[in-house]
């Protein structure tokens, strides 16, 4: 199994910049995609961003020129790098992989999740 922990969240204004991480740990053979999503008061879940493990990205509309998604294989850890911040980008943020256990069973695992709240 994996397990996902989200950290950076955090009050900020607007305009302003967050780096939110995700690590990965557990027993498992391999993680594969990882990707950032975000639930906003009232809202339903979104994808925010994407990427694999050879480092292709994919954001939703709203964020691209701001956000930035990156991993370190290595560490097993997702970053999301938010710049220029809106009061509409606050929201909790969640992590998710997909993982290969050493069984060869395949699953996507999720994170707590981080509040990012943007103040105008």
């Known amino acids: 199994q994996v397990h996902l922990v989200e950290s950076g969240g955090s009050l900020v204004q607007a305009g302003g910049s967050l780096r939110l991480s995700c690590a990965a740990s557990?027993?498992?053979?391999?993680?594969?995609?990882m990707a950032w999503h975000r639930r906003a008061p009232g809202k339903q879940r979104e994808l925010v961003a994407t990427i694999t493990r050879t480092g292709s990205s994919n954001y939703q509309d709203s964020v691209k020129g701001r956000f930035t998604i990156s991993r370190d294989n290595v560490k097993n850890t997702v970053y999301l790098q938010m710049n220029s911040l809106k009061p509409e980008d606050t929201a909790v943020y969640y992590c998710?992989?997909?993982?290969?256990?050493?069984?060869?069973?395949?699953?996507?695992?999720w994170g707590q999740g981080t509040q990012v709240t943007v103040s105008s």
């Open positions: 557990g027993s498992f053979f391999s993680i594969n995609d």
């Open positions: 998710s992989a997909g993982v290969t256990l050493t069984s060869g069973h395949v699953y996507t695992g």
